[in-house]
């Protein structure tokens, strides 16, 4: 089967992009010939992942790639404007090339901001997506429930948001898996920033009281400005470096081996690629493993009002020893048999 995929495939790696990459990862493996198109305003770093430069460029991209291809497969959060036209684009392309179409609307935002799109423009463009698109998935019931607003046929299906951890990822990585190795609980920090509140809550986290040595604290800044926030996370930390681990943030396999051992993980709102609010929101997501894949069954978004952050370090410390029970839709099928399925 010949397989176009669209969506954030770039660093800093977090769910959304390691979903998508494993994803194409895992089609590739079962034999399928698949071609990407990255969207992130960050280019990705595999070369066989297609940067466009611009909306013209992403057009005759997806006009180029999209040719003679059997699935178009768009994945958002779904919250810019931007990110919708092109979604709706893709669609379009897809009909005229006679492919099936099919959308992932990830979870995150998508259920206040879905309900607020302009009547001007922005329901006008769900209304036509949701219309023409073949199979629309959603990775959660809160955003599944929300969208049903915008629903005209019977083309929705909730498959939980997953990773895929490949076998061997240790033998890949095995200076982030020793440094993990007896640690019994795992938070993740992706995306840090100076001055965000992602960074106020884990230098409460550190401030408050000791963690156990068998607790582990994966952290990956933005770019250029890790040696600052290590700096400033280790005088913070009060002599409790062994709990801190630092990688890379565009070094997937760093990712995957911390996403492979998380319990939970906490980083900036983001869509698409793109960093929102910063400031004062942060994502918390409670991860369950289930054979060789990761979950996000749980989440909260913190937002911050006064001094928020040493509350919001208190509920990180109550998530990460709260146990998760399965899902049943985890139970029932594998997520990966389902997409290809709606692959046909």
């Known amino acids: 089967m010949k397989i176009l995929l669209i969506g954030n495939f770039a660093p800093p790696f977090e769910e959304e992009s390691l979903q998508n990459i494993t994803l194409f990862d895992r089609l590739v493996e079962d034999g399928h010939e698949c071609s990407v198109i990255n969207i992130s305003a960050r280019p990705a770093r595999d070369q066989r992942f297609t940067n466009p430069h611009g909306h013209l460029g992403y057009l005759l991209t997806l006009v180029r790639s999209g040719w003679k291809k059997d699935v178009i497969h768009f994945s958002t959060k779904g919250y810019l404007r931007v990110g919708l036209l092109k979604m709706m684009l893709s669609i379009f392309v897809a009909k005229v090339v006679r492919a099936k179409s099919v959308i992932t609307v990830y979870s995150e935002f998508f259920s206040i901001l879905g309900q607020m799109r302009s009547p001007f423009g922005g329901t006008q463009t769900l209304f036509t997506s949701f ?18 607003m915008y629903r005209k046929k019977s083309n929705f299906e909730l498959v939980p948001s997953f990773i895929h951890i490949p076998d061997r990822l240790s033998e890949k990585d095995s200076l982030l898996s020793t440094l993990l190795k007896g640690k019994k609980k795992v938070i993740v920090f992706t995306n840090i920033m100076q001055s965000s509140f992602l960074f106020e809550i884990l230098s409460e986290l550190l401030a408050d009281s000791p963690l156990p040595q068998d607790a582990g604290i994966v952290i990956s800044s933005s770019g250029a400005s890790m040696p600052d926030i290590k700096g400033l996370i280790e005088r913070a930390s009060k002599g409790i470096n062994a709990n801190l681990i630092f990688i890379e943030q565009d070094d997937i396999q760093s990712a995957l081996t911390a996403f492979s051992r998380a319990d939970i993980v906490l980083r900036p709102l983001t869509c698409d690629g793109e960093v929102f609010f910063e400031k004062f929101t942060v994502s918390a997501r409670k991860v369950l493993h289930e054979g060789d894949s990761v979950f996000f069954p749980n989440g909260l978004v913190l937002i911050k009002e006064g001094t928020a952050a040493v509350l919001c370090a208190h509920i990180i410390k109550t998530m990460l020893y709260a146990e998760t029970g ?19």
């Open 326 to 344: 399965p899902l049943p839709e985890i139970k029932m099928l594998d997520p990966y048999d389902t997409i290809r399925k709606i692959y046909g």
């Open 131 to 148: 219309f023409l698109a073949d199979r629309i998935i959603f990775s959660d019931k809160d955003t599944f429930d929300v969208a049903t």
